[in-house]
């Protein structure tokens, strides 16, 4: 008579208690996520917020998660694994303090732009605290197994629990905490607590205690160079690194930085010194409807920046009257104190997500709408599709004008695919860019306006014409050179917008 062989027994009791080994499992998981989502903020000063950004985040910190586990796993097979769990997290906490000058040094040195320099400062900054985290799991495991027979209810509980650990990281840091606290201080804080957890282990389950404590003591040095450390940053909003940059050459005049990009000048005593020349287009596109309501028009403005276009607006048309969607209410306050941003009753700004916010609009209720909204170099791909247009379209009087902003450099995919998908929309468009248009030459600023009532292309090439400054700039609106422009850019709608893929570098 055969008998099947009863499932051997490692221990008579685990190394490492049920309850230990679960909150374990959660913390290392919530601590990785933590770092997922902070990076983001960490990279956004050196390569913006972008789709790009974000997925060379993810792809490296999922680099490390399968790399750790290997690791890991190879690991508690040679040695003790209750006696590796200290020092792994104590190099976990190393790794990512270390994090914060890795990126600003590496962000500083202005690697080739595009998709690698994302996942090259991503893999630098978080491959390795991505890694060590994920190899505790393995060693929680072999540490708590006792019984073969119930592998798979350990295994399957401990991975939930870590599950249950990197939502809850997520979802704490997304929500809470870089709201309440700098991204550089929140890592910093982050790598502590797993040192001093790496050095409770070691004490308390006879690991290395000597390194665990001579990693705590090179971890202080580390935060505090970390900390110390000059950073890109004079505000920092849940959404944006904020730097107010003075003029050198004119004390009253201020640049505001948006992470990598310069989205605004202010000359805080004249509001009607535009500094920046695509602000200028943006007026030449919109001169004939400003002209035909002899300055008492109404402006939606799609972005606040610095709000330099409304307050220009207001101060050389008094009748005027603006409505500024703003996402971040840190850039109104900004505005207010840094920016020379008074109160002014023709100046309403709603604060909130401009495709939200811009259907509570009435139809048909502005002459001028102005999209100037950015998330790095990138329009957010929201506010670039068939569906907003329509909105827009709406919102805009049959006689009204549509002017965009978009930054885009040869072969100029986005905003070719933004000017066919104006002209689905509006039927007429004109493209204002520096010339020859759509040739090799350096990008920029390119302005696509469109509107129901036709453009002018000779009068907006006048008015642009007629400022005092150097003229490389023209007006496409013919129908047959833009269609040879435009080619066969996409139609960009809410199933279809690549806005980051279609970006010239």
């Given amino acids: ?96 303090i270390a994090s914060v000058p890795i990126v600003g040094v590496v962000g500083a040195a202005n690697l080739p732009p595009g998709v690698g320099e994302s996942v090259v400062l991503a893999g630098l900054g978080f ?57 550089r201080l ?26 665990a404590l001579t990693g705590l003591v090179a971890a202080i040095g580390l935060g505090g160079a970390a900390l110390a450390a000059p ?54 596109a919109a001169g004939d409807v400003i002209a035909a309501r002899e300055g008492a028009i109404e402006v939606l403005h799609v972005g606040g920046g610095g709000f330099s276009l409304p307050r220009y607006l207001v101060a050389t048309y008094p009748a005027s009257e603006h409505v500024v969607l703003e996402l971040d209410p840190a850039i109104l306050e900004i505005g207010r104190q840094e920016l020379g941003f008074a109160r002014d009753a023709r100046i309403e700004v709603v604060l909130g997500d401009a495709r939200l916010s811009i259907a509570d609009q009435p139809d048909d209720a502005f002459d001028i709408v102005v999209g100037d909204a950015f998330g790095g170099l990138a329009v957010p791909w929201h506010l670039t599709t068939r569906e907003f247009l329509a909105e827009i379209d709406r919102v805009l009087r049959p006689d009204g004008i549509y002017v965009m902003n978009v930054i885009d ?57 007629a400022w005092p400054e150097p003229r490389d700039t023209a007006v496409m609106a013919d129908a047959g050179d833009l269609d040879a422009l435009i080619g066969n850019a996409p139609l960009l709608t809410d199933d279809y917008a690549p806005v980051d893929q279609l970006l010239g570098r």
């Fill in 1 to 96: 008579m055969n008998a099947s062989p009863a499932p051997e027994l490692r221990d008579a009791a685990p190394r490492l208690s049920p309850t230990a080994a679960a909150l374990l499992t959660f913390l290392a998981a919530a601590c990785v996520l933590v770092l997922e989502i902070a990076a983001a903020r960490l990279l956004a000063p050196y390569v913006g917020v972008t789709l790009t950004t974000y997925t060379a985040i993810i792809g490296v910190i999922l680099a490390g998660i399968a790399l750790g586990a290997w690791a890991g796993g190879r690991l508690a097979d040679r040695r003790p694994p209750e006696r590796l769990l200290g020092p792994t997290f104590v190099v976990g906490g190393i790794t990512a």
């Fill in 127 to 183: 491959v390795a605290p991505a890694t060590v985290l994920s190899a505790v799991a393995p060693m929680i495991v072999k540490a708590t197994l006792t019984d073969l027979s119930r592998t798979g209810s350990l295994v399957g509980r401990l991975s939930a629990i870590g599950t249950i650990g990197a939502i809850t990281g997520t979802f704490l840091t997304g929500f809470v905490l870089l709201g309440l606290v700098p991204t």
């Fill in 231 to 284: 950073t890109p940053c004079d505000i920092e909003t849940r959404y944006y690194c904020v730097a107010i940059v003075a003029d050198t050459g004119n004390p009253d005049g201020r640049f505001l930085v948006l992470d990598e990009l310069t989205h605004a000048f202010v000359d805080v005593g004249d509001p009607t010194n535009l500094r920046f020349g695509y602000l200028r287009r943006i007026l030449d």
């Fill in 409 to 465: 450099y040869f072969p100029f995919g986005f905003a070719r695919a933004e000017a066919r998908t104006a002209g689905e929309v509006f039927g007429n468009v004109a493209v204002i860019g520096r010339t020859p248009i759509g040739q090799p030459v350096m990008g920029g600023n390119v302005i696509v306006a469109a509107s129901r009532a036709g453009l002018d292309e000779l009068r907006i090439q006048e008015r642009i014409d």
């Fill in 186 to 211: 929140l890592i910093v804080v982050v790598g502590g607590l797993l040192v001093l957890l790496g050095v409770g282990l070691s004490v308390n389950l006879r690991g290395p205690v000597a390194a």
